[in-house]
């Protein structure tokens, strides 16, 4: 499978704790993308990567949260101090430099904290 | 950002065609116009974007106003798996600013 790749797909924790996800994007794709999706919303937007470079960060995205893409390959979004409100799905995409900006997304990472 | 509307619900009948519309009054000149749909428990899916001119592709056909304010998404001939939400976005380079998206019901 050469697509988005998210892991886990299912993640539960209690409030308070640290959660780490990560996404494997397309091998030649040098562009990532996360998004944060609740019940009955389209996804909205949170960080943004061009190969190493986080290049945009959304408002969305307190201090608890932090994102990285080491040597601009895979990237890991971590939410410290979880809380209830965190529950959500977690999107990642990517995409190439060219092409109209095509984003090809990921089945998605489900958080619930309890 | 610009922003668009979308109905929120419509019903189409199994093998019937779908024009599903799209308003974005204040697109500018650079902005693509994109569509995703999302099934359940999955992420959204690419199905066709534009940027002045009609465009078709195995999935859809993308028409585009002269004016570019609004588009249509068209599903020739819809099937039960055409059921999920439909997206139109508007991208200039990066991120997209999903709306909540028209939720297309296909009937048997």
């Known amino acids: 499978d050469t697509g988005v790749s998210q892991n886990p797909r299912h993640k539960i924790t209690k409030r308070g704790q640290n959660v780490t996800f990560r996404c494997d994007p397309i091998s030649e794709h040098n562009r990532l993308y996360w998004y944060r999706q609740t019940l009955g919303q389209g996804p909205e937007f949170l960080t943004y990567?061009?190969?190493?470079?986080?290049?945009?960060k959304s408002r969305l995205l307190s201090d608890r949260f932090s994102a990285e893409r080491p040597k601009g390959s895979f990237s890991t979004l971590e939410i410290q101090r979880t809380e209830q409100g965190d529950s959500a799905m977690y999107l990642c995409a990517s995409s190439s430099r060219t092409g109209g900006n095509i984003q090809y997304f990921g089945a998605g990472t489900r958080l619930s904290v309890l | 950002d610009a922003k668009t509307t979308q109905p929120n619900s419509m019903e189409s009948n199994e093998e019937e065609p779908v024009h599903l519309p799209c308003n974005h009054s204040t697109i500018s000149g650079t902005d693509y116009i994109h569509w995703y749909r999302q099934l359940p428990s999955q992420g959204p899916e690419y199905v066709i974007h534009?940027?002045?001119s009609n465009v078709n592709n195995r999935m859809a056909s993308l028409a585009i106003a002269e004016d570019r304010k609004s588009s249509t998404l068209i599903l020739h001939r819809a099937t039960l798996r055409d059921a999920a939400v439909y997206y139109c976005i508007l991208s200039l380079v990066q991120n997209f600013v999903f709306g909540p998206g028209t939720r297309l019901s296909v009937l048997p």
């Open positions: 990567f061009q190969n190493e470079a986080q290049l945009e």
């Open positions: 534009g940027l002045t």
